[in-house]
């Protein structure tokens, strides 16, 4: 009983300066992004999915030229083969062995097993 008591005189450590108050104009408008890189608006989100572009053209009408035609339909295969350049790798196990991934010893799986403990007994 002695903790419920204690729940009910509590006060919040953080102290508001002044009454609450609600703006009484609100401006409710559409506007760009402060970050945004033009300041203008968009005509509509058709217009805007014509240009936009994530990884590559969102729009299956929209030519890509450097596969020399439509993305969107075909198939990935289609594009030919992909090959990282020279000192780039697709994986980790493509790297050298200096940067391999090192194995778990058995005094460390006993360590997390244990959560530490047989470290110290």
């Known amino acids: 009983m002695q903790a419920t008591r204690?729940?009910?005189?509590?006060?919040?450590?953080?102290r508001f300066l002044g009454k609450r108050s609600i703006p009484t104009k609100i401006d409710h408008t559409p506007h760009a992004h402060p970050a945004a890189p033009t300041s203008e608006l968009p005509d509509s989100f058709a217009s805007y999915r014509q240009k936009a572009q994530q990884h590559?053209?969102?729009?299956?009408?929209?030519?890509?030229?450097?596969?020399?035609g439509f993305v969107g339909p075909k198939a990935g295969?289609?594009?030919?083969?992909?090959?990282?350049?020279a000192g780039e790798f697709f994986d980790r196990?493509?790297?050298?062995?200096?940067?391999?991934?090192?194995?778990?010893?058995a005094a460390e799986i006993e360590a997390i097993e244990s959560g530490g403990a047989s470290m110290f007994a």
């Open 93 to 105: 196990s493509d790297l050298p062995a200096r940067f391999a991934r090192t194995s778990w010893s």
């Open 77 to 85: 295969k289609s594009l030919g083969p992909v090959e990282p350049a």
């Open 6 to 14: 204690i729940l009910f005189g509590r006060q919040p450590m953080i």
């Open 56 to 68: 590559g053209p969102l729009s299956r009408r929209s030519p890509a030229s450097q596969y020399g």
